[in-house]
């Protein structure tokens, strides 16, 4: 749900000028986040200040302007700056990972996703808590943090137990998690992951290419940051047997903690057979380049195994006669050489799926054309059903009781299959 205006916070964006490149995306995100910025500072500045991260004249600057309440920071503060710059403008500091987390938990659905993003503001506020302690000035801020009037070192001991409690809840879903990942596999089916920056389209690509097109089973769409946090799986059109899967989106610099807290999210895409790695095409080649590389130094990170389709989406918003966005010619060699495929699409008008599929089932393990003779006895019932869930193309022709059967399937399949066809008297010829 969007804020109301009533609901939004005005804000002052203030940054130095080695930060040019974080303040557009900042200024998305606090759009998303329901805040209203009403007034920039820019510093010429190539190092930030210590203490204050911007000069302390600055600061003092800001006092001027009327009917602001925060002050945003398009980049990472340290608890020091952020209690010092508090102190001087009197007004509430709020930096990117903040308004990242405050994103996160309006977004969140899922029980894990909530345990998740608690897990992860609570991290972010124990550095600043102990500089709160260690300047001794909490005394008179008792709604610090959502803290209400509680002693600090309460507040601290507390919330360093809710944290342990979490970890052990997360835990035990991520075991859940990788054990039902594990059965998938076992049963046959192939994972696949849509991955990429936030509002890349990720959501809108998994209802455009899954099976269950009912409304209660879509996922949520907007043109907004961060639309979904919490994993959703569906069975992916085809004629193969894959779960697709969509996952929070990636953001530039996330620190190793943050990105810790959604591992258990991230291992669908760390673990999946293909990861198809979306760049909006409509963006300026500079920032999908660069937001490319992002999303790999992610993967990379997360030691992901799979295949990657770097997939262009959002084609349909190009401009005609603009020059053609490819970011893969830009990319370092260490990289480009991760890339197994690239597609075009319009997720939004379902334009290009085809081929996408097609490049997805192109890049799994070979289908085998193969015969199978079946005598129908007791345990016929059950290898029919083995045959049915892992081959395609499959006719039956009965006769007495015996069943021939021609289909495709995967080696691995086929060899299972032999094993069990010779204890039943079937057989089993495969075309290499």
């Not at 994993?231 to 190793?256: A, E, H, N, Q």
């Not at 992002?294 to 190009?318: T, W, Y």
């Amino acid at each position: 749900m969007e804020n109301s205006p009533s609901d939004r916070k005005n804000a002052v964006l203030v940054w130095i000028s080695e930060d040019d490149d974080l303040v557009d995306e900042t200024k998305e995100l606090c759009s998303s986040a329901g805040y209203t910025i009403i007034a920039e500072v820019r510093q010429s500045k190539d190092q930030p200040h210590t203490r204050y991260y911007i000069g302390p004249g600055k600061i003092i600057e800001l006092k001027d302007i009327e009917g602001i309440d925060h002050l945003i920071t398009p980049v990472d503060l340290t608890p020091s700056q952020i209690f010092n710059m508090g102190k001087m403008s009197g007004l509430t500091v709020v930096d990117r990972i903040r308004v990242v987390l405050e994103l996160f938990r309006s977004r969140a659905t899922s029980p894990e996703a909530r345990l998740q993003v608690e897990m992860a503001d609570l991290k972010y506020q124990l550095p600043i808590l102990r500089e709160f302690i260690h300047q001794g000035t909490l005394s008179d801020r008792p709604g610090f943090l959502a803290g209400g009037e509680y002693r600090v070192d309460y507040y601290y001991e507390m919330a360093r137990k809710r944290m342990a409690h979490i970890k052990d809840q997360l835990r035990i879903l991520r075991k859940r998690r990788g054990m039902t990942r594990t059965l998938r596999k076992r049963r046959g089916s192939h994972l696949v992951a849509v991955a990429g920056y936030t509002n890349s389209g990720k959501s809108t690509l998994l209802n455009a290419i899954s099976d269950a097109r009912m409304p209660e089973k879509s996922v949520d769409t907007a043109d907004r940051m961060f639309t979904t946090i919490a994993t959703s799986t569906r069975k992916m059109k085809g004629d193969r047997d894959c779960i697709i899967t969509d996952t929070v989106g990636f953001i530039r610099d996330l620190p190793p903690w943050l990105v810790e807290g959604f591992m258990s999210t991230l291992e669908e895409v760390f673990e999946s057979d293909i990861i198809l790695l979306l760049v909006d095409a409509s963006e300026d080649k500079e920032k999908a380049t660069r937001k490319t590389l992002d999303s790999l130094d992610i993967l990379r990170r997360g030691n992901c195994s799979g295949k990657i389709i770097l997939v262009m989406n959002k084609m349909d918003a190009i401009l005609e006669g603009s020059d053609h966005i490819i970011p893969e010619r830009d990319l370092p060699f260490e990289y480009f050489n991760t890339i197994d495929a690239q597609i075009e699409i319009s997720a939004r008008n379902e334009e290009g799926l085809e081929d996408l599929i097609k490049s997805i089932e192109a890049l799994l393990p070979d289908l085998f054309r193969v015969r199978i003779e079946l005598p129908l006895t007791s345990g016929s019932e059950r290898i029919m059903k083995i045959i049915r869930d892992r081959s395609i193309d499959l006719k039956i022709d009965y006769s007495g009781t015996l069943a021939t059967i021609e289909c495709r399937m995967e080696e691995r399949w086929a060899m299972s299959l032999k094993k069990m066809l010779n204890a039943e008297g079937g057989s089993l010829d495969m075309e290499i």
